[in-house]
């Protein structure tokens, strides 16, 4: 008996320990699947086959799972081609048990880096455009009307939607076979280029997506007018996530000028909290709060700034 515990005490520190130095990486977790050989493949190509597949549906899944909300069926298949085209940078580590040992079953002891994937989907614009679609100002030149019809697929594919006299803004100039993009945000702008549109399209709205996120150190915009509204966050857990909360929004100072907790209210429906703010950009704010509350089981209404 003192050998078990003692056995689970090392587990349990090794786990802890990784945990520690591998913050980003989840527990490892076991998979299975049924191999099943087709006609013509041996026994190792049928098993890579399914490991290949297996892995692949178990990330997807893990990525859903991580989403404010479900995901349309139009944007599914994007989001699969992101999980295939970078598969290996969401795996810490891959373990297959001998599947001659357990038959034509295969076992797998997999860690995922959770921090790599969540990175992702938020480049990739979905934690930010699952709500509503984020609109932009287009302004096309040098195209033809099969670039025309993948930029189409590309729009709906980000959740994007365009828009006039909006912000962000973005030229895609095609010029002797060659994508020339610049994407204006109102506060910077990013540019890329390349022989193909996707690519040179993924870039510039990675830029604009990894912006949203909160810099390590803040500074306020200058001469730029603050506009005051009142946001309500719902779903707390315990008040003092509320003050965490607050003190979140102070480190906000690009888009945050004052913020006031003015009160609390607890309900059948949880704990939610009301703050007077002043932001200089209404939907930056938006953007960030939708980035920041993923996955978190809180919701926000933004009242009145125009």
Do not use: C
């Amino acid at each position: 008996m003192y050998q078990s515990g003692r056995s689970i005490a090392v587990v349990l520190a090794g786990v802890l320990l990784g945990m520690l130095l591998f913050p980003g990486f989840g527990a490892a977790e076991m998979i299975q699947a049924i191999v099943q050989p087709k006609e013509g493949e041996s026994q190792a190509q049928s098993v890579e086959r399914v490991k290949k597949q297996t892995l692949e549906d178990a990330l997807y899944n893990k990525a859903v799972g991580m989403l404010p909300k479900k995901l349309p069926a139009d944007r599914q298949k994007t989001l699969r081609a992101m999980i295939v085209a970078n598969q290996k940078d969401f795996l810490r580590s891959v373990e297959v048990l001998d599947p001659e040992a357990s038959g034509n079953l295969l076992v797998m002891d997999v860690i995922f880096d959770e921090q790599a994937l969540s990175q992702k989907l938020r480049l990739s614009g979905l934690y930010y455009t699952l709500n509503k679609k984020r609109p932009f100002q287009l302004d096309l030149q040098g195209a033809a009307p099969e670039d025309k019809q993948e930029l189409d697929g590309l729009i709906a594919a980000s959740g994007l939607e365009p828009a006039v006299d909006v912000m962000p803004s973005l030229k895609l100039l095609k010029e002797e076979g060659v994508w020339n993009g610049t994407l204006d945000t109102g506060y910077g702008q990013f540019n890329e280029q390349g022989p193909q549109l996707e690519p040179v399209w993924k870039k510039l709205w990675a830029h604009y997506f990894a912006s949203l996120a909160p810099a390590q150190k803040e500074e306020a915009p200058k001469n730029i007018q603050a506009s005051k509204g009142v946001v309500i966050i719902r779903g707390f857990s315990s008040p003092d996530k509320i003050y965490v909360f607050d003190a979140v929004f102070g480190k906000w100072k690009s888009l945050v000028a004052q913020s006031k907790l003015q009160k609390i209210d607890m309900n059948t429906l949880g704990i939610e909290a009301e703050w007077e703010v002043e932001v200089f950009d209404q939907q930056g704010f938006a953007d960030r709060m939708e980035g920041y509350i993923a996955n978190s089981g809180l919701t926000y209404s933004w009242f009145g700034a125009e």
